[in-house]
Structures are given as structure tokens and as C-alpha cells.
């Protein structure tokens, strides 16, 4: 993980975002089950929570449920919801799916909110076999997606079914590695300097239906694609700069 807070402290460090995107953890996460579907629910403190297989923890000062984390509640058999509300929040999602040894996975549909303010999520090693949904409203935000070591194997993020993104104002930054597409993928950055950002063996099994949609850059060199030894994409509008690496795009500039 050493290269994760790495590659958030150049964020930091950048200059250009206003606030740190990386939370100051509180607040109480309330985690439920209704018809069927998981609800993860945060308050409009500064939420960090992570959630894996075996346990939904609260880091820092966050609690869930009042406590420092729970097992997996049963009776889950629809959607995983999570909804953060305001705050600068961190999420962590480690799902991969029907591994040999897991006892907790996403079933059909993830959709994540990460609310107004500076967030950054991450999901690793995720399988979703339905669709993805993610909105990180405004605010300068972060997702990161790419795989992990589980049982001494790399397991690559998978999602199935289509995968949406959309990241309101502000100066936002998704990053992907690893990571196979199999669907549709629309992704909207929404206005401000912002970056999409693919370096490692990345797959599209459909990129025809693969859309890149950087919003109106708000000054200077504009938004920044990356998508080196991937497929060629013609779906890739409103970007303005297509630099080789990473080190500037997505509010780095």
C-alpha cells in the first residue's frame, strides 16, 4: 500500500487543491440491511471506513454502529448502497467476489456516493457482477482502482456489468489499474482540471461503448487523459491534454 500513500501525498503536495483531500476521520457510520439490499450510511463528519470480506471497520475516530466494526450482516441478498453524505470521507472497498474463502461479496449492483467534499475512494480487488455506480458530487475527489495480493495471488478488479462514474466540481483524479471492463463504461469528470489515468494492463472488452468525458477544463492546460498501452478509444471527449504519465493530470497541474 506504500505506493497508494505515496502517490496521495504528491496530491497533497501538488499545489493546486485548495484542502487536502485526505480526511480527518469522525462521525458514525450506520450500517443496515433493507429489503434485502446492504445500506452503508455516513453522517456529515469526516468519515474512513474500510470494508472487506470479513469486517466493516471505522478507522481513526469513525465507529460503526457505535462501535469499532462489524461483521457482514445477514441476509443480504440485493445491492450494495453506500452513501456518505457530506464530509471529507474515506472509503475502502475489498470486495473480490466468489474466491475460494469468501464469505461476503458484492451480488448484483454497487452504487457508491461519496457525497459533497474532498473524497478519495478505493476499490480493490473488486468484482461487481452487475452494474457499478459511483458519484463523488462536488468537491476534490479521488478514485483509485486496482488489484491486490489475496492468498498469494494478484487478483484484478472486475466489473461485469456498466460501470458509471460522475465526479461533479472540482478538481478530480480517477486512476485504474489492473482492472477489466466488460460492459459499457461512462465516465463524466464534470467541470474542472481533472484526470483520467490508465498505466498498468488494463482491459475493455467493449471499448466502442467505453466513454471518457473529461467536462470544460476551468483554466490552464485543461483536463489530462492517460491510457498508455490500452485500446484506442474514440469515445474520448473534452480532454486537452494527453500526457504519458500520471505525475500532472487530475488537479496536478
Known amino acids: 500500500m506504500n505506493r497508494i500513500l505515496s502517490f496521495i501525498a504528491i496530491l497533497a503536495l501538488g499545489g493546486s487543491l485548495a484542502l487536502s483531500p485526505w480526511p480527518a476521520p469522525a462521525g458514525n457510520v450506520q450500517v443496515s440491511v433493507v429489503n434485502g439490499n446492504l445500506i452503508i450510511q455516513g453522517d456529515n463528519r469526516d468519515n474512513n471506513i474500510i470494508v472487506t470480506e470479513g469486517n466493516i471497520t471505522g478507522r481513526a475516530n469513525t465507529t460503526i454502529n457505535g462501535g469499532r ?8 441478498t440485493g445491492d450494495i448502497i453506500i452513501d456518505m453524505k457530506g464530509g471529507n470521507d474515506f472509503v475502502r472497498v475489498e470486495l473480490p467476489g466468489d474466491l475460494p474463502g469468501t464469505n461476503f461479496s458484492v451480488l448484483h449492483d454497487l452504487e457508491i456516493n461519496m457525497g459533497p467534499g474532498n473524497d478519495i475512494l478505493e476499490l480493490l480487488l473488486v468484482r461487481v457482477p452487475e452494474e457499478t455506480r459511483i458519484d463523488t458530487e462536488g468537491g476534490h475527489d ?9 492468498g498469494g495471488e494478484f487478483v484484478r478488479p472486475e466489473f461485469i456489468g456498466k460501470f458509471t ?8 483524479l480517477l486512476e485504474f489499474r489492473n482492472t477489466i471492463f466488460s460492459g459499457e463504461v461512462d465516465v463524466d469528470l464534470g467541470s474542472g482540471i481533472d484526470g483520467a489515468c490508465s498505466t498498468e494492463d488494463s482491459e475493455f472488452l467493449m471499448p466502442e461503448q467505453a466513454i471518457f468525458d473529461g467536462g470544460s477544463p476551468s483554466a490552464g492546460r485543461g483536463d489530462g487523459f492517460v491510457a498508455r498501452g490500452g485500446p484506442f478509444f474514440t469515445n474520448v471527449i473534452n480532454f486537452e491534454d494527453f500526457p504519458d504519465d500520471c505525475s500532472h493530470i487530475g488537479g496536478r497541474f
Not at 466494526?69 to 443480504?76: C, E, K, M, R
Not at 479521488?142 to 489475496?150: L, V
Open 69 to 76: 466494526n462489524i461483521s457482514p450482516p445477514d441476509g443480504v
Open 142 to 150: 479521488i478514485i483509485f482502482i486496482d488489484g491486490a495480493f489475496r
Open 165 to 172: 462514474v460522475n465526479t461533479g466540481s472540482g478538481e478530480d
